[in-house]
T-cell receptor
Framework: DAGVIQSPRHEVTEMGQEVTLRCKPISGHDYLFWYRQTMMRGLELLIYFNNNVPIDDSGMPEDRFSAKMPNASFSTLKIQPSEPRDSAVYFC???????????FGPGTRLTVT | RKEVEQDPGPFNVPEGATVAFNCTYS??????FFWYRQDCRKEPKLLMSVYSSGNEDGRFTAQLNRASQYISLLIRDSKLSDSATYLC????????????FGRGTSLIVHP
């Protein structure tokens, strides 16, 4: 298995632009998580899905952030409009019910100027 | 009080040393506990689960003290390749899989 796939790996955009991050979980995994990591705040859980349904989005910073999972093999995290404080590494992770490990993707390094 | 507290370090140790990291968590309902390892500019990866009875995996030993809400990780005979950030992760209340990641402890092993 190729593992969790994220794209793009790097994104540089200007303030006010829309940013879309993409994730393909490991086949067969029924949980998908979106995280954000910064030096100041560490690794924060933004939202997670179970069987494509959003379960808890309490970590989403504000209405500028939205996430979807239209099917079991694809999820997006969208920021509109983006702001410099959104600069961070965004990780997607997936997991199978009953197993301990979450498998993380390589992350998307977002810079908003 | 933060949900998960870890000493950020860095811990600078020579090869062959024994080093221990501690972690405290605030949610007494946490059901599962893990240590993840994150290399510089890489994604976190599971290092080991932490069981109530304590568990060992080669040079690594993890302990859990539920009464004190405290988790530890001991690394014996440190290798250069152990240099990384170690994240403490209590998880789950009521059957959920919600993990809470600590900020991590940085370890640097030098020759």
């Amino acid at each position: 298995d190729a593992g969790v796939i994220q794209s793009p790996r790097h994104e540089v955009t200007e303030m006010g632009q829309e940013v879309t991050l993409r994730c393909k979980p490991i086949s067969g995994h029924d949980y998908l998580f979106w995280y954000r990591q910064t030096m100041m705040r560490g690794l924060e859980l933004l939202i997670y899905f179970n069987n494509n349904v959003p379960i808890d989005d309490s970590g989403m910073p504000e209405d500028r952030f939205s996430a979807k999972m239209p099917n079991a093999s694809f999820s997006t995290l969208k920021i509109q409009p983006s702001e410099p404080r959104d600069s961070a590494v965004y990780f997607c992770a997936s997991r199978y019910t009953g197993e301990d490990e979450q498998y993380f993707g390589p992350g998307t390094r977002l810079t908003v100027t | 009080r933060k949900e998960v507290e870890q000493d950020p370090g860095p811990f600078n140790v020579p090869e062959g040393a024994t080093v221990a990291f501690n972690c405290t968590y605030s949610n007494s309902a946490s059901q599962s506990f893990f240590w993840y390892r994150q290399d510089c500019r890489k994604e976190p990866k599971l290092l080991m689960s932490v069981y109530s009875s304590g568990n060992e995996d080669g040079r690594f030993t993890a302990q859990l003290n539920r009464a004190s809400q405290y988790i530890s990780l001991l690394i014996r005979d440190s290798k250069l390749s152990d240099s990384a950030t170690y994240l403490c992760v209590p998880e789950g209340t009521g059957g959920s899989y919600i993990p809470t990641f600590g900020r991590g402890t940085s370890l640097i092993v030098h020759p």
